[in-house]
C-alpha cells in the first residue's frame, strides 16, 4: 500500500544517495519554471562535477573529503532548487539566467576542496579555511573555458561567496536586489543540504577530520564536536532566519506546490537530528558511536 503523502518521510521523497535521481528532480524543478533548453548548460556542469568528483575531470583528483563530498553537493543543489520554486511560488519569477547560474553555483561551491594532480599532499580537507576562495578560482578558470561571460563569472562567484560565513553579505558586491536573493538563497540551500541530512550526525565525524586537516580551531575530538553542534544550531537558525533573511522558508512553499503537504521537512528533519543527539547521543558519552549508525 502506497504511503500517504502527509505521512512520508523526507528522505522517501528523492533517493539522495543515487546522484543520477536527484539530477532528474532538479530539472523536473527547473523545467517547472523555465524553457527546458535553458537547462542544457546546468546538465553540462553537471556531468562535469561527477566527472570531477570521480577523479575523471583532466586536472584534478577526485574528491577525498567525506564530509565535504559528492552527496553534500547533491544534498545543497537539490535545496536549492526547492528554494527557487518556493520562492517563484510566493514572488515574481526569479529571472532565469539567475536560477541557472544558482544552481550552477550550487554544484561548483565547494570546488575548493578538489585537490589538482600535482597536489599530492594530504587531502583536500587541508583547504577548509580557505576553500571557498579556491571554489571561485575553480569556478573563474571553469567558465572562461567553457565560454560563460564575465557577468556570468561575476553573478555565479558573488553566490558562493555567500556561502562563506566569514564574509559579511553586505559587503558582497551584488548587482540588484534579485541577485542578493539567489546568494541568499545559496547559502540557506548549503546549510539546509547538510543538516537535513538523514545522515547528517555520522557525517560530523568526517567533518571533525577534515577540521583536524584544515587546522580549524576549538575542536579536540569527535564529542566535543558533536557536544559544540548543538550551539552551533542555534548560530545557524540565527543565520538563516537574520543575515539570510529567511529565504529558507521557501522550501516550504515548494511542498506544498508539488505534494500538496503543509509541511517544511528541512525545518523537521533538523529538528529530529538535534533531538536525537541531545537526548540519545550525548546521554551515552562514553559509546556515542553506538548510537551513530547511518552510513553517508
Known sequence: MPTPLNSMQFSQLVDMYNPAAVFEEVKNIFVNSYPVNEFESVRKVYMDFIRLYNGKYPGYCACNTNYHDKMHITDALLAMARLIDGYNVVHKKIPVHLARLGFIAAIFHDTGYIQSVHDVKGTGAKYTLTHVERSVGFLKTYFAKNNFSKNEFRIASNMILCTDMMIPVEKIGFGNSAERTAGLMLASADLLGQMASRCYLERLMFLYREFREGQVKGYTSELGLLRKTLDFSKFIQRRLKVTLENTAQYV?????????????????????????????????????????????
Open 252 to 296: 516550504h512553499f515548494h511542498f506544498k506546490k508539488k505534494y500538496h503537504i503543509d509541511r517544511n521537512f528541512y525545518r523537521e528533519a533538523m529538528e529530529k537530528q538535534l533531538l536525537y543527539l541531545k537526548d540519545t547521543v550525548l546521554r551515552s558519552p562514553r559509546e556515542y558511536r553506538k548510537y551513530l549508525r547511518r552510513t553517508g
